[in-house]
């Protein structure tokens, strides 16, 4: 009888041992199919939801290309996409989530300097990875963040410098009511007075607000060479028909924050003579970028455009894999030091990482708006230009000093 209770209880634990090893085999192997997962947050709704929403998509197709070449590290990558709202608020708490309870690896997004900040710290504190695809202000850089779109130094100088010298140095500047656009005028104001030209107006409208009439009726008044446009999201659906209303469809209008589907559904072309000031345009000549537009038209419909933070963001998620690929690894502390020796082929030409200033070498384009919303480029930088997020005509010191003056 004893020893057939020892048997059973042999048997028994065994059997227990048997089970156990099995779940944690089981275990194991689910860890080891577990996808990678990568955040996107952007604005699906509220004003800045037209110019962000490609956005995700772009991420999406490069997400996609990845896994039909079998993934990252042999496991699959899945996008966790979260609704900013155009709100700095939510963009700090989606982040917070997103890496906190979704433990992603990496997270892709925000279009507004204001969510940028928002979720910079976030990052920071979590020693993460952003990647932010559009053209800022500059004067800033953080070892957490991989800038894809332009510095200043690529699109604001340039293009002012361009819009001046094609139009004429009496300038007037509007603006959403943030800090992007207070900060470019800044740059553009300190530009303009050292080219012994004349700013007539500076009016700021908050992000979604249809209130043009008052800044409609100044410009008029007031006939400038030229019109500086940084409003950002849906009041430019409002401003540019009321220009053309008002007889100034003939004005010119250098646009530095509205892409190709902003023109498209805000229809800037049925302003004569508008612009745009971008790295990227979808009208761009070559292969690579052919292959970028048919795809990307392939894959969410044949009418949709595609824009410069469309292209950066696609390009942020192409270079965050190379790195993953060389490191062997997606863990955020060791992708990040990789990513200051990544360089691509993109669809706008060579994505190469500057090691310095953790932002991209890009070209610098000048496009005219279409009907259609393309743009038809009419001037481009000779080479890729270097970033230089405090332009380098002042010292970090001297643009703070600046900055906080308000004014030159």
Same mark, same amino acid.
């Given at each position: 009888?004893?020893?057939?209770?020892?048997?059973?209880?042999?048997?028994?634990?065994?059997?227990?041992?048997?089970?156990?090893?099995?779940?944690?085999?089981?275990?194991?192997?689910?860890?080891?199919?577990?996808?990678?997962?990568?955040?996107?947050?952007?604005?699906?709704?509220?004003?800045?939801?037209?110019?962000?929403?490609?956005?995700?998509?772009?991420?999406?197709?490069?997400?996609?290309?990845?896994?039909?070449?079998?993934?990252?590290?042999?496991?699959?990558?899945?996008?966790?996409?979260?609704?900013?709202?155009?709100?700095?608020?939510?963009?700090?708490?989606?982040?917070?989530?997103?890496?906190?309870?979704?433990?992603?690896?990496?997270?892709?997004?925000?279009?507004?300097?204001?969510?940028?900040?928002?979720?910079?710290?976030?990052?920071?504190?979590?020693?993460?990875?952003?990647?932010?695809?559009?053209?800022?202000?500059?004067?800033?850089?953080?070892?957490?963040?991989?800038?894809?779109?332009?510095?200043?130094?690529?699109?604001?100088?340039?293009?002012?410098?361009?819009?001046?010298?094609?139009?004429?140095?009496?300038?007037?500047?509007?603006?959403?009511?943030?800090?992007?656009?207070?900060?470019?005028?800044? !740059?553009?104001?300190?530009?303009?007075? /050292? @080219?012994? +030209?004349?700013? *007539?107006?500076?009016?700021?409208?908050?992000?979604?607000? $249809?209130?043009?009439?008052?800044?409609?009726?100044?410009?008029?008044?007031?006939?400038?060479?030229?019109?500086?446009?940084?409003?950002?999201?849906?009041?430019?659906?409002?401003?540019?028909?009321?220009?053309?209303?008002?007889?100034?469809?003939?004005?010119?209008?250098?646009?530095?924050?509205?892409?190709?589907?902003?023109?498209?559904?805000?229809?800037?072309?049925?302003?004569?003579?508008?612009?745009?000031?971008?790295?990227?345009?979808?009208?761009?000549?070559?292969?690579?970028?052919?292959?970028?537009?048919?795809?990307?038209?392939?894959?969410?419909?044949?009418?949709?455009? !595609?824009?410069?933070?469309?292209?950066? /963001? @696609?390009? +942020?998620?192409? *270079?965050?894999?190379?790195?993953?690929?060389?490191?062997? $690894?997606?863990?955020?502390?060791?992708?990040?030091?990789?990513?200051?020796?990544?360089?691509?082929?993109?669809?706008?030409?060579?994505?190469?990482?500057?090691?310095?200033?953790?932002?991209?070498?890009?070209?610098?384009?000048?496009?005219?708006?279409?009907?259609?919303?393309?743009?038809?480029?009419?001037?481009?930088?000779?080479?890729?230009?270097?970033?230089?997020?405090?332009?380098?005509?002042?010292?970090?010191?001297?643009?703070?000093?600046?900055?906080?003056?308000?004014?030159?």
């Amino acid at each position: 009888m004893k020893n057939r209770l020892k048997i059973i209880t042999v048997l028994a634990l065994t059997a227990i041992l048997i089970i156990v090893a099995l779940m944690v085999r089981r275990h194991s192997f689910v860890a080891a199919i577990a996808p990678i997962k990568i955040g996107v947050l952007h604005s699906l709704t509220g004003t800045m939801a037209v110019s962000e929403k490609p956005l995700v998509d772009a991420v999406r197709l490069a997400v996609e290309e990845i896994n039909v070449q079998g993934g990252l590290l042999g496991l699959p990558v899945e996008m966790i996409v979260a609704d900013g709202k155009s709100d700095p608020q939510v963009f700090t708490q989606e982040a917070e989530r997103l890496i906190e309870q979704e433990q992603i690896r990496v997270l892709f997004g925000c279009w507004t300097s204001a969510c940028r900040k928002a979720v910079k710290p976030v990052v920071e504190k979590h020693r993460h990875l952003l990647f932010y695809p559009v053209q800022y202000e500059g004067m800033e850089q953080s070892a957490n963040i991989i800038y894809t779109g332009a510095a200043p130094n690529q699109q604001i100088v340039p293009g002012t410098r361009w819009a001046t010298q094609e139009f004429g140095q009496r300038v007037y500047l509007v603006g959403s009511d943030y800090i992007f656009p207070r900060t470019a005028n800044i !740059i553009i104001a300190d530009l303009i007075n /050292a @080219y012994g +030209g004349q700013i *007539l107006g500076e009016r700021y409208l908050p992000l979604g607000s $249809s209130d043009v009439e008052a800044i409609i009726k100044d410009i008029a008044q007031k006939k400038p060479d030229v019109v500086l446009n940084t409003l950002n999201g849906d009041s430019n659906a409002v401003f540019f028909p009321a220009l053309v209303k008002a007889g100034l469809s003939d004005l010119p209008l250098v646009s530095f924050s509205v892409e190709e589907s902003g023109m498209l559904a805000w229809r800037g072309g049925q302003l004569t003579r508008h612009y745009g000031v971008w790295s990227y345009f979808q009208s761009l000549p070559g292969e690579g970028n052919h292959r970028f537009a048919t795809a990307y038209q392939a894959r969410f419909g044949a009418d949709r455009v !595609i824009s410069d933070p469309a292209e950066a /963001a @696609y390009v +942020g998620v192409k *270079l965050w894999a190379q790195a993953v690929r060389d490191v062997n $690894s997606s863990e955020p502390s060791r992708v990040n030091p990789a990513l200051l020796r990544q360089s691509i082929k993109s669809p706008s030409g060579i994505a190469a990482v500057d090691a310095d200033t953790r932002h991209l070498w890009k070209m610098m384009r000048v496009g005219k708006v279409r009907p259609d919303g393309q743009f038809e480029q009419v001037f481009a930088s000779g080479a890729p230009l270097r970033p230089t997020p405090w332009p380098i005509y002042r010292t970090r010191e001297g643009w703070q000093a600046l900055l906080e003056g308000g004014r030159p």
